[in-house]
T-cell receptor, first 114, second 112 residues
Framework: AQSVTQPDIHITVSEGASLELRCNYSYGATPYLFWYVQSPGQGLQLLLKYFSGDTLVQGIKGFEAEFKRSQSSFNLRKPSVHWSDAAEYFCAVGADTGRRALTFGSGTRLQVQP | DAGITQSPRYKITETGRQVTLMCHQTWSHSYMFWYRQDLGHGLRLIYYSAAADITDKGEVPDGYVVSRSKTENFPLTLESATRSQTSVYFC???????????FGQGTRLTVV
């Protein structure tokens, strides 16, 4: 079965600084990978997804992520963080076999300092 | 409005009571899901459904019942609520189970 690890529970960055949120997955074949963002009291919104092809994917709100098969990683990056990026971020993996549902990591809460 | 809607948004119930959380989607997506969100655990899958009348257990199904008589509806029932079921519940839908899932706004359930 697939699994996702987000090693950082909580990250604080200054506004304007760069950001990288880590995500490691476990799955035997090529996974489908996702990053979602959740603002307080809200549902989850898709930031970006990787299915195949170019390993660097662009998403909404200036986010990007890079799929590295050798490291089983799919880290989320943003070159310059805005105060409105403060939220919780979830990495998720989908698989072709077995349970056809997304498996989520435990999330990383991002705080942005002025 | 098109999309996925959950009701109620907030619910307080007593231990031992039965409670049903509703989920409705207007996209005709084949797959629907129920997740619960708890601090430190992220989102955990309770049940999912690949089509009408087809449901399957997720990671944490104990104490929950689902049904899917129509494609657009996927209610979640807690047969006898316990305090450990206090959580935020999210319903989601997708075209294929392993592709992008669209989420509702969530139901915050408190069991006292």
């Amino acid at each position: 079965a697939q699994s996702v690890t987000q090693p950082d529970i909580h990250i604080t960055v200054s506004e304007g600084a760069s950001l990288e949120l880590r995500c490691n997955y476990s799955y035997g074949a090529t996974p489908y990978l996702f990053w979602y963002v959740q603002s307080p009291g809200q549902g989850l919104q898709l930031l970006l997804k990787y299915f195949s092809g170019d390993t660097l994917v662009q998403g909404i709100k200036g986010f990007e992520a890079e799929f590295k098969r050798s490291q089983s990683s799919f880290n989320l990056r943003k070159p310059s963080v805005h105060w409105s990026d403060a939220a919780e971020y979830f990495c998720a993996v989908g698989a072709d076999t077995g349970r056809r549902a997304l498996t989520f990591g435990s999330g990383t809460r991002l705080q942005v300092q002025p | 409005d098109a999309g996925i809607t959950q009701s109620p948004r907030y619910k307080i119930t007593e231990t031992g009571r039965q409670v049903t959380l509703m989920c409705h989607q207007t996209w005709s997506h084949s797959y629907m899901f129920w997740y619960r969100q708890d601090l430190g655990h992220g989102l955990r899958l309770i049940y999912y459904s690949a089509a009408a009348d087809i449901t399957d257990k997720g990671e944490v199904p104990d104490g929950y019942v689902v049904s899917r008589s129509k494609t657009e509806n996927f209610p979640l029932t807690l047969e006898s609520a316990t305090r450990s079921q206090t959580s935020v519940y999210f319903c989601a839908s997708s075209v294929e189970g392993n592709t992008e899932a669209f989420f509702g706004q969530g139901t915050r359930l408190t069991v006292v």
